[in-house]
């Protein structure tokens, strides 16, 4: 659902799901569920009608790699709005970890044919599917030091595209953003990574994790909140860079499938009923498949 508004309109469509008693924020964050330096996220569009059975092998998928040292973990977020997709959330810590990935799946998929053959049912459903490299960007996001997607149920995701030129005007604007955030005292973080390949540059996500759905039920207050605390001029200088700044944005919700995810221990043990939930069955795939390019199953 791609949108063309004026900045505090438009960045905070997303974050205005914002409650000011968040429950993110009441406790410590579990450190396995802080945001990683490094993000690749794999955008995965489906067959219509074909929903059950892709879930199955999903399911299927994670099931074997809970059993495996897989080198690395993804938690599955599935659209509530625009396209019907997937988006896999795999962390690592570096390039470095990202090329170790790549070299152990394909020694798995040469080893575990079963899997091999999973992957290349699943694939079968795949109409569309686009590979996105994501670094975090310190210098920008609100408290993102206090998030713990260990917590999290659902996911709001924007993305911004810049013309080309204008990222100095994109980190002014999140830059006077947090400070009134700060200034209102929110408990709504988010985190910002900077696309590095996958997407034309310059192009920014920024992920705001929620509890609730019902997070979302503050929006006007808290857009009007903002306003009043970053003055008038403030709020002209914003509009000014939504409208020379801004190619697109897009915001979307997603929610998190803990049977279709596979994250590590460490992580699940910040809420183990979540994360921990016994999985269903799911019938063998029969098909066969070539080890897959992206480290994620």
Not at 51 to 62: C, D, G, Q
Not at 87 to 101: G, I, M, V
Not at 224 to 242: K, M, N, T, Y
Not at 268 to 294: I, L, T, V
Request: net charge negative; with cysteine.
């Amino acid at each position: 659902m791609k949108i063309y508004l004026r900045f505090l309109a438009t960045a905070f469509l997303f974050c205005s799901c914002a409650a000011r008693a968040s429950a993110q924020a009441e406790d410590f964050p579990n450190l396995a569920g802080t945001p990683p330096k490094l993000l690749l996220l794999v955008h995965q569009e489906f067959r219509s009608g074909k929903t059950n059975e892709r879930r199955k092998i999903e399911v299927a998928i994670s099931r074997v790699c809970d059993q495996l040292a897989v080198p690395n973990s993804w938690i599955d977020l599935e659209s509530i709005s625009g396209s019907p997709e997937a988006l896999f959330f795999d962390p690592f810590d570096s390039f470095e970890q990202l090329d170790t990935a790549f070299a152990e799946w394909g020694r798995i998929f040469r080893t575990r044919p079963e899997l091999a053959r999973m992957q290349e049912e699943l694939q079968a459903f795949i109409v569309a599917e686009r590979t996105i490299i994501a670094v975090r960007r310190d210098d920008l996001g609100y408290r993102p030091q206090s998030i713990d997607f260990s917590k999290a149920r659902f996911m709001r995701v924007l993305e911004v595209r810049l013309n080309p030129g204008h990222e100095g005007d994109f980190v002014e604007a999140f830059r006077t953003l947090s400070h009134a955030y700060e200034t209102i005292k929110a408990n709504t973080p988010w985190v910002v990574y900077q696309v590095n390949v996958g997407m034309p540059s310059p192009n920014f996500i920024v992920f705001l994790p929620m509890r609730a759905l019902k997070q979302n039920d503050d929006l006007l207050d808290w857009r009007r909140s903002l306003r009043e605390v970053e003055g008038e001029e403030a709020a002209q200088r914003s509009d000014q860079i939504a409208r020379e700044a801004y190619l697109s944005t897009e915001s979307n919700l997603y929610a998190l499938s803990p049977e279709t995810s596979h994250v590590s221990k460490e992580l699940a043990d910040g809420d183990p009923e979540f994360w921990s939930a016994k999985k269903p069955a799911a019938a063998k795939p029969s098909a066969r498949k070539d080890a897959d390019s992206k480290p994620k199953p």
